[in-house]
Every structure is written in C-alpha cells, then in structure tokens.
C-alpha cells in the first residue's frame, strides 16, 4: 500500500491541482475530501488548460479512478456542468471512474441565496466569500437538514424535507437577512429530481472503495482543497472557509483511518498569496506586488479575482507543517522569482513589542504584526526551461534551502511552470519518487 494527502500549506491557490495531475500518473484512486465549487484546480496539459471545481484532479489520467468524498458539498448544476465540459475534450467520465459518496451533501439554490444575502448584509464587514453557498451548506449539514446524494435514490420521502427547507430559507431570507430573492420549491425540487436522474449511477461508497484499493496495495492519492490558513478551526478567523483543510479531514471526509495515510505531501508557492478579505502580514502594495501578480497570472480559478501577493511567510509555514504533519514540502511558481534584485522571508512576526512564537488566533492581532524578514539575492535567469535540481541558479537553490530550514521541513518538489514536465524533485525526495513508479516503497 502506498498512499499520500496533498495538501495547501498557504492561503490556497497554491498549485495542488497541477501536482495531482502529476503525481497520479501511476496511481490508482484519487479522492477529494473537502470544500466545494469554492475551490478551483488548473490543469495544462500539452498547452490545454482544464479548470477543475468539484472532479478531482487526476480525471485526465484515463486508468485513474477519481472519487468525490463525503466530506464535499457538492452543487450538481456546476458538477453537471463540469462533467459535460470534460465530456467535450474527450476524458472518459463513466461510473466506472468517477464515484460520488453516497453521504455527500448537495449545495442547492437555496444556499447560494443566503451565502450573497449575507455578504450583502454584512457590507464593509463582509468575509469575502465566493458566493456560492459553500457555508450555507454545511450548515445544514452540522444541523442535521442537508440533503445527502443517497437520498436522491428515495425522492418519495425527500420531498417535504426540502418543502419544509425552502419556506425556512425563504423566512429567513426575508426576515432575518432583509433579502427580495425568495424561492420557489418547484426550482429546488426540479434541480434534486433532475439530480437524481444524472448521477444516480455514479453514487457509491467511497470510503469502502479506499479502503479496497489500500487493502489491494493500490496507489491512493487524497487531494485537499483551499489551504491550512482557511481552516475552519485553525485558520485566520472569521476569514475562513466552512471546513477543515487541514490533512486530518481526509480521514473523516474520505472515512479511513489514519494509518492509511503515509506521507503529507505540503504545498506552497515561492511568494504567498491570498484571495478575499482578512490579514496578510507580508502583503506587497507596491511594484513588487502587482509584478508578481501578473507575471504569476494571480487571478482566482473560480471567480476571476486578483489575488493579493507578498513575500513568503516563513512563520506561516512552521504552523502549516505542525497542523498537518507534513512529511515534505512541494514549491510552486519558483520561476515568477527570477529577474527580482531581492527577495525577503518573513522568519518571525513581533506584536506589540514581543516576537511571537505563532500565529497568533485573533485576526485583530494577526493585521497588526510586524513581519521580520530576512534578506536574500535573486537570479535573473529564466529557469522555466530547467528540469534538474541541480541546474537550478545557485540562488535559487539557496532560497530553497533557506525556506526548507525556515520550515523545519525538507522540500522534495520544485514546480517551475504549469506543464506536467516543469517539475523537479530533490535528492530527499524518495516517497514522491517512488510513489510515481509501480514499485513497493518499503
């Protein structure tokens, strides 16, 4: 058995898609765990660009079975709408490959109307959140309400759960948020029936097809979505996302044990980034910044948004690594550095003349730090092209390492562009090595 969970050691946006397109191309299974259509993963493929929502991100491998976990809520207009686009290119998406777990909840209209009535409501206070229900929907599903995709197969029994739904939400939407929009049941329940006659074949037991598939000692790859710093428990609260993003929810979202996961495989872009409101200590507002953010091509995957971009947080980084327990460390956009004169590190933050040991939990505190940084040289070689660690501008290599030892953590893959092909692996990389060949790791 040989299995790894990818993980998002930043804000999100930090390059997971590309590496499980990488990384399955001698696995077996491939679970998401977490999230929602909140989430975007980018492909490119042989110069094609594939956007990815809800599928995870190894559907272009055609031998790979791909499963959507229980802990994802899941908007079947978008996954409808994802499956055809996919059909269009070519990419095999049979019930054979793809698996929806049966306890995975479905985001409806319902939830995409409370989730901008709230934004709306809270105007300059609002959290930034993308608008589509992603929160709204877990919420029913904390409260026990939530339509699962299992009971898409016994509709008879469904439809006053979700009569019983659409005139709470409407109230709500009315009464408490202020909001116009009201829905009509027929539009939710036209939706779930529909629903039921698309996917109905696709529904099964994914936690029963891991754990076949580990007991079988196949390759399983679990792909999370977002990042550690939007976690629900652990991230920069209240900017955050509705669920947990660290490497302990593939276990409750896919419903394995924790001895079925060997390696945390974390990754984070040479910068960082955020997208939407909250704190960002080493947040650039100059020429640095907006340079990076075009060269990087820093515009969210599901809402189009300019991403915020400062240096690499280092103190970040150390909570990422301990939250998670990651074994090593993937660099994405390595080569968006090159031409920079210098580049900066934050290694600590200091709030109200002490230096701290964390990050600290209140997002009020988090905005008043002071970053320390220190500093070192850039390269002005374009090193897209390179394809061997070694080949790497002695600078360049030098800030890795500064990073892996900011870290406390070794890094086995450096991501120098989009293409399957612009990546590079570290003398230390033996798990990921091995993990891409059909061999036993022991």
Known sequence: MSSLCVIGAQWGDEGKGKLVDYLTSNADVVARFQGGNNAGHTLVVDGVTTKLHLVPSGILRPNLKCCIGAGVVVNPVVLKQELDGLSKVGVNISNERLIIDRDAHLILRYHELVDVAREQKKGKNKIGTTGRGIGPAYEDRASRSGVRFAELFHLESLEAKVRSNVEE???????????????????????????????????????????????????????????????????????????????????????????????????????????????FPTELHDQTGDALREKGKEFGTTTGRPRRCGWFDGLAIRRAVRLNGIDSLTITKLDVLSGLEKLKICINYHFEGKKLDDVPSLSGELESVEPEYIELPGWQDDISGVRKWHHLPAEARFYLSTLSEIAGCPISVVSVGPERESTLFSSGASFVKNFLVKTSID
């Open 169 to 279: 939400k409407n109230l709500y939407l009315k009464h408490v948020l202020g909001s116009d929009e009201q829905l009509e049941f027929s539009e939710v329940w036209d939706v779930i029936t529909e629903s039921a006659r698309i996917f109905l074949p696709y529904i099964g037991n994914v936690s029963q097809v891991i754990d076949i598939a580990i007991r079988a000692d196949m390759r399983v790859v679990f792909e999370g979505a977002q990042g550690t710093l939007l976690d629900q428990v652990h991230g920069t609260l209240p900017f955050v996302t509705s669920s947990s993003t660290l490497s302990g929810a593939a276990l409750t979202g896919c419903g394995v044990g924790p001895k079925h996961i060997q390696h945390v495989l974390g990754v984070a872009k040479a910068y960082t980034t955020r997208v939407g409101e909250g704190p």
